[in-house]
C-alpha cells in the first residue's frame, strides 16, 4: 500500500502496490502524481529501502526529493521542536544539524 499525503490540500493518495520493492514504488509514485507535478514543490519520504529510487521520482516529476535525518530514540525535547517547525523543511534540517553537533 502506497499513501501520499499532501500538506496543503489535505489530498491523499492511496495506491495497492504489487510489492514493496523501489522500482514499483518509484512507478507508482510517479505514476501517480505526474498529473499533479506543476502543482508539486517537494516530496519527503520516510527512511525506508521502498525510497531507494528516489532519484528516479525526482528526475521524472522534475521536483526535490528528501529524505529525514536519521533521529536519535529518546530525546523528546528535539522531537517536539521539530514538530514545531514541520511545516519548514529548510528549518527542520538546518536545527536538527545544529542540535546534533552540541550533543
Known amino acids: 500500500m502506497l499513501t501520499m499525503n499532501d500538506r496543503v490540500s489535505s489530498l491523499v493518495?492511496?495506491?495497492k502496490l504489487v510489492s514493496?520493492?523501489?522500482i514499483p514504488v518509484s512507478s507508482q509514485t510517479i505514476e501517480t502524481l505526474n498529473p499533479f507535478k506543476?502543482?508539486?514543490h517537494t516530496i519527503t519520504a520516510d527512511n525506508g529501502k521502498e525510497f531507494s529510487d528516489h532519484q528516479t521520482i525526482s528526475?521524472?516529476?522534475?521536483?526535490?526529493?528528501?529524505?529525514?535525518?536519521?533521529?536519535?530514540?529518546?530525546?523528546?525535547?528535539?522531537?517536539?521542536i521539530l514538530m514545531v517547525l514541520s511545516?519548514?523543511?529548510?528549518l527542520k534540517v538546518?536545527?536538527?544539524k545544529i542540535l546534533l553537533t552540541m550533543m
Not at 59 to 75: A, E, K, T, V, Y
Not at 87 to 90: A, S
Open 13 to 15: 493518495f492511496i495506491r
Open 20 to 22: 514493496k520493492d523501489a
Open 38 to 40: 506543476n502543482l508539486l
Open 59 to 80: 528526475q521524472n516529476l522534475n521536483i526535490q526529493f528528501s529524505l529525514p535525518d536519521h533521529i536519535i530514540l529518546g530525546n523528546v525535547v528535539l522531537m517536539k
Open 87 to 90: 511545516d519548514n523543511i529548510f
Open 94 to 96: 538546518l536545527l536538527l
